[in-house]
């Protein structure tokens, strides 16, 4: 595993709270963890999409001819890119599923988080995480907060790392170090929509919250 951390392991551990090991968005989190993925191959040159060439599911990504990650993760992600074009949506609901346990594992592995296995009762085995390299945290906070609060321009990075955190709906859980306002919104939003791969994330999220919202709606008329 290589030394520096892909951006959708930052993301994730920007998403967890330090002490609960809680998920912020988590229903919607395998769009977002794909989209993570989709955005550091594109910004590797890995795969590509055109403005122009866009079906029912979104722009159409192509993995670029003779270009292989080293890393394993985005080495498999890219390999199921190559399978066939197909438009972006179709490939987050494809890529992100199995991410979860695999971007964790690897955040354990770095030392990042703290895993503890235990019994319930004694019986049930159960299993909790914890940030155990705060400094790594902060390190991130402080960077997606000099973008957005102190108004530094961002590296290609730290854009992704915001314009994720915008699309997915969960930038206001980081209130505590990112006061959430107006202008933090707007400058987010402008990242989020400066990403072919955070656009995408956006519009999983929000489809997926108008069909919960319609199905919560449909059983309260019933």
Known sequence: MPNEPLIVEDLLLLMMDDTSGAIAGEGTLYYTLGGAVLVEL??????????????????????????????????????QVAERVRGVQTLLAEIGPALRGTVLDRLVERGTLHRERKKTLGVFPSTSLSVADTG????????????????????????ALVGLLSASGTLPSLHRTVPWSGKVYRRAKELEQGSWGAEAVNAAVLRTMAAVSAGTAAAVTD
């Open 42 to 79: 594109g910004l590797g040159g890995y795969v590509r999409v055109d403005a122009r060439d866009v079906g029912l599911t979104g722009l159409k990504v192509r993995a670029v001819t003779g270009a292989s990650p080293q890393d394993p993760l985005l080495r498999s992600a890219r390999k």
């Open 136 to 159: 790594r945290k902060k390190a991130l906070l402080q960077q997606v907060r000099a973008v957005l609060v102190d108004h530094a321009e961002p590296d290609a990075r730290t854009a």
